[in-house]
């Protein structure tokens, strides 16, 4: 018997689904039912039974104000765990290993998780004097710079809702009033990169650049850690900056972005 082609195996059903989910890209945040079923093609009971079975499983959620759908939470999951298995980590080994090559300095990258950063992964110097090596660790995003450098972009009112109510200092760098910050970050964004001027510990500085994806998303940063004494404004300026973005363009520019 003749093997059959693996598209005698498609379930129709499962591919029109499917074809729901792609509708929603880009600047296309929302759509109504009637609009889904001009777009795919299929009679509204369809496009209804469809989307009622993608809201059971929270990979659509309609929005009670417009009644339109949009996608849900778990698309986002699904999203991320890509990034993270199969993205964001796989192409950034590379790049963080030729970036302490070139500075011999500490090497992460992060992601945005809730109010903090996690580190996903890190290539050490083989300095004496380094940086703690903190994969894994849940890190406030606010006064480091792999964080600044993530929430800088974020409008008034998420920044609003994504910041703890009570900012804790952790030195006297430490920046917890909330319109100073907003002020910072917007010196962030418009620079494209950000530093942790001994912000969350005393003696140690940072400085980051964010990774963006395929749409344009920042989903993550890299980021150069040291002790301060090698971390002078000069070299930052002249050698650190530089190299990190530099740096997040090329992850980026592997995870399909372009400018």
């Known amino acids: 018997m003749a093997k059959k082609e693996k598209s005698e195996y498609i379930i129709q059903a499962v591919s029109h689904a499917l074809d729901l989910l792609e509708q929603f890209h880009d600047d296309v945040d929302e759509l109504g039912v009637t609009e889904l079923s001009k777009r795919l093609k299929l009679h509204k009971n369809n496009v209804f039974r469809l989307?009622?079975?993608?809201?059971?499983?929270?990979?659509?959620?309609?929005?009670?104000?417009?009644?339109?759908?949009?996608l849900g939470l778990k698309t986002l999951e699904l999203g991320q765990?890509?990034?993270?298995?199969?993205g964001l980590l796989r192409q950034s080994?590379?790049?963080?290993e030729?970036?302490?090559?070139?500075c011999n300095e500490t090497t992460y990258v992060a992601i945005l998780k809730e109010f903090h950063i996690i580190y996903l992964d890190v290539v050490e110097t083989d300095l004496t004097v380094r940086v703690v090596p903190r994969v894994g660790a849940r890190l406030p995003a606010y006064c480091t710079a792999a964080g600044k450098v993530q929430i800088a972009y974020m409008t008034d009112e998420e920044l609003a809702n994504f910041l703890p109510k009570e900012m804790k200092r952790f030195t006297p760098n430490t920046i917890i009033d909330r319109e100073e910050l907003k002020k910072h970050l917007a010196l962030v964004a418009t620079q494209g990169y950000a530093i942790d001027n001994e912000e969350l510990d005393v003696g140690v500085?940072?400085?980051g650049a964010p990774i963006r994806d395929y749409t344009r998303r920042i989903i993550g940063a890299v980021?150069?850690?040291g002790p301060s004494m090698r971390f002078t404004d000069e070299r930052l300026e002249k050698e650190?900056?530089?190299?990190?973005?530099?740096?997040?363009?090329?992850i980026s520019s592997k995870l399909g972005y372009h400018k």
């Open 51 to 70: 989307l009622a079975t993608l809201e059971s499983r929270n990979y659509i959620e309609q929005n009670k104000v417009t009644e339109n759908y949009r």
């Open 81 to 86: 765990t890509f990034i993270k298995q199969m």
């Open 93 to 96: 080994r590379p790049v963080l």
């Open 98 to 102: 030729s970036l302490v090559h070139d």
């Open 205 to 207: 500085k940072c400085v």
């Open 223 to 225: 980021s150069i850690s």
């Open 240 to 250: 650190l900056i530089p190299m990190v973005i530099q740096a997040s363009e090329e």
